[in-house]
């Protein structure tokens, strides 16, 4: 049981790039969340899923997007990269979201 | 949306003391609180929680309690040691559509040998 992943560890984009943050689960969970963290401010949830084919926003969705296509894949898409998106991203996942989350490694994002 | 505000947002104890967390929640239809530890790096994990319809849970030397009407719930660590030392997270659940975790800010808590 791999548990929560998330790929890569470690990315420096230039403003306007856009890319996809990877995360998997191999436990079957069909809720499954994003969160950036910043300094100060805790843990900001951004998109969430309740099952395959569905989505919603959660506290911080500007310039973020997702998609949900298989229960096991959330990928988070940064469509035009801003210095204020600099943090560290963790995605969840759980039973329900009143459950236990098991969160994956986190990735941590420089924008320059 | 729910708003959980956490003190103190530092902490220090001696090895052996014990520690005291503080959050309050403000939307009284939440029943799920769940409390995270970060250590330096990693990623969070759940500590305990617990839910509306139980006022105190303990599991060793750590418990957590619960004041639904005043809208306050505590993390209480007992004979604190240095592998205590991290950032420690409250959350809170609405019992309402997909029942989202909202954090607090987080408290750093250092135990001094």
């Known amino acids: 049981n791999a548990g929560v992943t998330q790929t890569p560890k470690f990315q420096v984009l230039k403003t306007g790039q856009s890319m996809t943050l990877q995360c998997a689960q191999d436990m079957n969970h069909e809720y499954m969340s994003w969160y950036r963290q910043d300094p100060g401010m805790g843990l900001r949830l951004i998109h969430y899923s309740v099952g395959a084919g569905i989505t919603d926003q959660g506290e911080v969705p500007n310039g973020y997007n997702v998609s949900r296509s298989t229960t096991e894949d959330f990928p988070l898409r940064l469509l035009s990269a801003a210095p204020s998106q600099t943090s560290v991203y963790f995605c969840?996942?759980?039973?329900?979201?009143?459950?236990?989350?098991?969160f994956g490694p986190g990735t941590r994002l420089t924008v320059l | 949306g729910e708003n959980v505000e956490q003190h103190p947002s530092t902490l220090s104890v001696q090895e052996g003391d014990s520690a005291v967390i503080k959050c309050t929640y403000s939307?009284?239809?939440?029943?799920?609180f769940p409390w995270y530890k970060q250590e330096l790096g990693k990623r969070p994990q759940l500590i305990i929680d617990i839910r509306s319809n139980v006022g105190e849970k303990k599991d060793q030397r750590i418990a957590v309690t619960l004041n639904k009407t005043a809208k306050h719930f505590s993390l209480h660590i007992t004979e604190t040691q240095p592998e205590d030392s991290a950032v420690y997270f409250c959350?809170?659940?609405?019992?309402?559509?997909?029942?989202?975790?909202?954090f607090g800010t987080g408290t750093r808590l250092t135990v001094i040998p």
């Open positions: 959350a809170a659940s609405m019992s309402t559509g997909a029942n989202n975790l909202f």
């Open positions: 969840a996942s759980s039973y329900s979201s009143a459950n236990e989350q098991f």
């Open positions: 939307d009284s239809a939440s029943n799920y």
